[in-house]
């Protein structure tokens, strides 16, 4: 069966983590019509025999002008000054009904001087109608929208190619990189039948890989994972639904890297996940000597993939000689897969220390600086409303300031008060409302994106203190890929602001604070002072550090209690106000390790002291 090409498709599907792949096809317009008895010419056979062979002298075609009277005679076998006979112009007419744009053809000649004269009268095929095949995701009224120039008129595979690009294209716009028209044929009575190849998806695989790209066992259970997965099998490959793909493995927190190859092709699609798994589980165990503790020793337990499908487990136990302090917390995040089962999360404690919302000039009536234990626990569940990620909590907290032999000292040396009932114990119960949108492409180290929160807790006066207030907090971060230094590994333009205030009651150790790793560096904590309300700024460039997992970070921090800041009493009645305002700025390195990224900046503030900070995770 011979076919009248009409155009040759080349699609390469591209995305982040994607293997380019190249597809082509030759779509032909064919048919084969029956062939039981050949057409028969109106001028008898010459007296020669059917078999003499004469000179072609003139050769024309009716019925058709243009590319169909091109595309006879580039199918027949006579040719201009070469010998024919009618055996050869029935093969002809056989050739040119295979073509199958034309419903009749017969051939006529007549002799002139020298040979024949042959005339190809043709009736070429009128398009009815339309047949769609193997399309999901083409409707057959696009279809017929795209080939309407076509419907109601006579063949024109000009015009049929113009349509199968348009076809292509609707794929292309849609997202659909993979789909393209396989093959275009008129076949029966004037129907075009139209085979489309959408790459439709075979099998969806998992596979893991280590940091050096080698093959390996994961730990994060597979059924799991393909149910983070929007992409199914036998459904069509799109681009954007596999990028989301990509993003909601990304926000697991569990993979360093995941990508996407492709094989098969367009009629049958394998799609791989390749998976780069992050250290998620670590244990630490360490001791040093505090002013409120001495000498203690601890350890510490962190999982954030339990059981292989990303639950989360910390557990952190301080001894010291006169005390035992621990944290711990178990929970599960919130699954797009499972929309009608809420993210939750439990935790429980116990810790005491010298109090953060102190600074060294606040001291008790025997001269110890005011230690601040908290013991309870809360519960918290988590669900996106919308495009919002929103969660509810409840809280415990039992407050109390003791000096440094656990006696209960609810004032300092001058009768301020420290606590908010006149004991030293506060019970704080409260409601937490917090919503947020995290555009990040990775919570645990962002290269891009963004996260805004705001929150709101509400204690209710119940227990000791009666202490009735609210806290509102918001924050918005936003990350930028730059690629000054490194095309393959971007450094990163980082930019935080958050502020918050205090409505109502507020115990002292409930103020806001400022200065301090988390806060302005270049300052400890509290040092620029506490505050009723407050504002903060804080802008980092991170740069990968060659192929290691160190990077550097240059930042700059600055703060401000919006003139809220609370006053101390000092010796003699004078009042002593905290400085409420500052800028640091500084470097530092971060070191991506299997407890997450540990940090170490160095900070010079606009006082013109310095300080060195350490802690684990990003500042923001």
């Given at each position: 069966?011979?076919?009248?090409?009409?155009l040759?498709?080349?699609?390469?599907?591209?995305?982040t983590?994607?293997?380019?792949?190249?597809?082509?096809?030759?779509?032909?317009?064919?048919a084969?019509?029956?062939?039981?008895?050949?057409?028969?010419?109106?001028?008898p056979?010459?007296?020669?025999?059917?078999?003499?062979?004469?000179?072609?002298?003139?050769i024309?075609?009716?019925?058709?002008?243009g590319?169909?009277?091109?595309?006879?005679?580039?199918?027949?076998?006579?040719?201009?000054?070469?010998?024919?006979?009618?055996?050869?112009?029935?093969?002809?007419?056989?050739?040119?009904?295979?073509?199958?744009?034309?419903?009749?053809?017969?051939?006529?000649?007549?002799?002139?001087?020298?040979?024949?004269?042959?005339?190809?009268?043709?009736?070429?095929v009128?398009?009815?109608?339309?047949?769609?095949?193997?399309?999901?995701?083409?409707?057959?009224?696009?279809?017929?929208?795209?080939?309407?120039?076509?419907?109601?008129?006579?063949?024109?595979?000009?015009?049929?190619?113009?349509?199968?690009?348009?076809?292509?294209?609707w794929?292309?716009?849609?997202?659909?990189?993979?789909?393209?028209?396989?093959?275009?044929?008129?076949?029966?009575?004037?129907?075009?039948?139209?085979?489309?190849a959408?790459?439709?998806?075979?099998s969806?695989?998992?596979?893991?890989?280590?940091?050096?790209?080698?093959?390996?066992?994961?730990?994060?259970d597979?059924?799991?994972?393909?149910?983070?997965l929007?992409?199914?099998?036998?459904?069509?490959?799109?681009?954007?639904?596999?990028?989301?793909?990509l993003?909601?493995?990304?926000?697991?927190?569990?993979?360093?890297?995941?990508?996407?190859t492709?094989?098969?092709?367009?009629?049958?699609?394998?799609?791989?996940?390749?998976?780069?798994?992050?250290?998620?589980?670590?244990?630490?165990?360490?001791?040093?000597?505090?002013?409120a503790?001495?000498?203690?020793?601890?350890?510490s337990?962190?999982d954030?993939?339990?059981?292989?499908?990303?639950?989360?487990?910390?557990?952190?136990?301080?001894?010291?000689?006169?005390?035992?302090?621990?944290?711990?917390?178990?929970?599960?995040p919130?699954?797009?897969?499972?929309?009608?089962?809420?993210?939750?999360?439990?935790n429980?404690?116990?810790?005491?220390?010298?109090?953060?919302?102190?600074?060294?000039?606040?001291?008790?009536?025997?001269?110890?600086?005011?230690?601040?234990?908290?013991?309870?626990?809360?519960?918290?569940?988590?669900?996106?409303?919308e495009?919002?990620?929103?969660?509810?909590?409840?809280?415990?907290n039992?407050?109390?300031?003791?000096?440094?032999?656990?006696?209960?000292?609810?004032?300092?040396?001058?009768?301020?008060?420290?606590?908010?009932?006149?004991?030293?114990?506060?019970?704080?119960?409260t409601v937490?409302?917090?919503?947020?949108?995290?555009?990040?492409?990775?919570?645990?180290?962002?290269t891009?994106?963004?996260?805004?929160?705001?929150?709101?807790?509400?204690?209710?006066?119940?227990?000791?203190?009666?202490?009735?207030?609210?806290?509102?907090?918001?924050?918005?971060?936003?990350?930028?890929?730059?690629?000054?230094?490194?095309?393959?590994?971007?450094?990163?333009?980082?930019?935080?602001?958050?502020?918050?205030?205090?409505?109502?009651?507020?115990?002292?150790?409930?103020?806001?604070?400022?200065?301090?790793?988390?806060?302005?560096?270049?300052?400890?904590?509290?040092?620029?002072?506490?505050?009723?309300?407050?504002?903060?700024?804080s802008?980092?460039?991170?740069?990968?550090?060659?192929?290691?997992?160190?990077?550097?970070?240059?930042?700059?921090?600055?703060?401000?209690?919006?003139?809220?800041?609370?006053?101390?009493?000092?010796?003699?009645?004078?009042?002593?106000?905290?400085?409420?305002?500052?800028?640091?700025?500084?470097?530092?390195?971060?070191?991506?390790?299997?407890?997450?990224?540990?940090?170490?900046?160095?900070?010079?503030?606009?006082?013109?002291?310095?300080?060195?900070?350490?802690?684990?995770?990003?500042?923001?």
């Amino acid at each position: 069966m011979m076919r009248v090409s009409l155009l040759t498709l080349c699609t390469v599907a591209t995305m982040t983590g994607v293997t380019e792949m190249a597809l082509a096809d030759t779509l032909a317009v064919d048919a084969s019509p029956d062939y039981s008895s050949p057409a028969a010419s109106p001028t008898p056979p010459p007296a020669t025999g059917e078999g003499v062979a004469v000179m072609a002298t003139d050769i024309q075609v009716a019925g058709a002008q243009g590319e169909l009277a091109q595309i006879v005679l580039d199918n027949i076998n006579t040719r201009l000054g070469q010998a024919t006979s009618e055996m050869l112009l029935q093969q002809d007419i056989r050739a040119i009904l295979k073509t199958g744009l034309f419903n009749d053809v017969e051939a006529y000649y007549k002799e002139s001087p020298g040979g024949w004269d042959v005339v190809y009268q043709v009736q070429p095929v009128r398009v009815r109608s339309l047949q769609l095949e193997n399309a999901q995701v083409l409707s057959p009224e696009v279809a017929r929208e795209l080939f309407q120039p076509q419907l109601g008129e006579t063949v024109s595979p000009s015009t049929i190619n113009a349509s199968i690009e348009k076809v292509n294209q609707w794929y292309k716009d849609n997202g659909y990189a993979l789909a393209q028209v396989a093959d275009v044929r008129v076949v029966g009575d004037g129907v075009l039948n139209v085979n489309v190849a959408e790459g439709v998806i075979r099998s969806i695989n998992i596979r893991y890989f280590d940091e050096q790209g080698q093959p390996t066992e994961g730990r994060t259970d597979e059924s799991f994972v393909q149910e983070q997965l929007n992409l199914q099998p036998g459904e069509v490959f799109q681009v954007d639904t596999a990028q989301e793909d990509l993003q909601n493995l990304y926000r697991l927190g569990l993979f360093n890297s995941a990508n996407i190859t492709l094989d098969g092709d367009t009629r049958a699609l394998d799609v791989t996940y390749q998976l780069s798994e992050a250290a998620v589980r670590g244990v630490d165990a360490g001791g040093g000597y505090s002013e409120a503790n001495g000498l203690f020793g601890t350890v510490s337990y962190n999982d954030r993939n339990v059981g292989g499908i990303g639950q989360n487990l910390g557990l952190s136990v301080q001894v010291s000689r006169s005390d035992l302090q621990f944290e711990g917390n178990f929970g599960s995040p919130y699954r797009p897969s499972n929309p009608d089962t809420p993210g939750y999360n439990l935790n429980a404690f116990r810790n005491r220390g010298v109090s953060t919302n102190f600074d060294d000039d606040v001291r008790l009536e025997n001269g110890d600086r005011p230690r601040e234990g908290r013991f309870g626990g809360g519960v918290s569940f988590q669900k996106p409303v919308e495009d919002w990620n929103t969660s509810l909590g409840v809280n415990y907290n039992r407050v109390s300031i003791r000096d440094a032999d656990g006696n209960l000292t609810p004032e300092d040396q001058y009768g301020n008060p420290l606590s908010f009932s006149e004991n030293g114990i506060d019970d704080l119960v409260t409601v937490q409302a917090r919503v947020s949108q995290d555009n990040r492409n990775n919570p645990l180290n962002p290269t891009s994106g963004s996260v805004v929160s705001f929150s709101s807790e509400q204690s209710l006066p119940i227990g000791e203190g009666n202490i009735f207030n609210n806290r509102l907090n918001a924050s918005y971060s936003n990350y930028t890929p730059t690629r000054v230094f490194d095309s393959e590994n971007p450094e990163v333009l980082a930019f935080n602001v958050q502020a918050g205030t205090a409505i109502g009651d507020l115990p002292p150790y409930q103020a806001f604070t400022l200065g301090g790793t988390n806060s302005v560096r270049g300052y400890d904590t509290a040092e620029l002072g506490n505050s009723r309300s407050y504002f903060l700024a804080s802008a980092e460039y991170r740069i990968p550090l060659f192929e290691s997992p160190v990077s550097g970070v240059v930042f700059a921090d600055f703060g401000s209690d919006l003139g809220s800041g609370t006053t101390t009493v000092g010796e003699g009645g004078v009042i002593e106000t905290d400085k409420g305002t500052g800028f640091g700025y500084g470097a530092g390195l971060r070191v991506n390790s299997p407890v997450g990224i540990l940090r170490a900046d160095f900070g010079l503030n606009d006082q013109g002291n310095s300080r060195f900070h350490f802690g684990v995770g990003h500042r923001f």
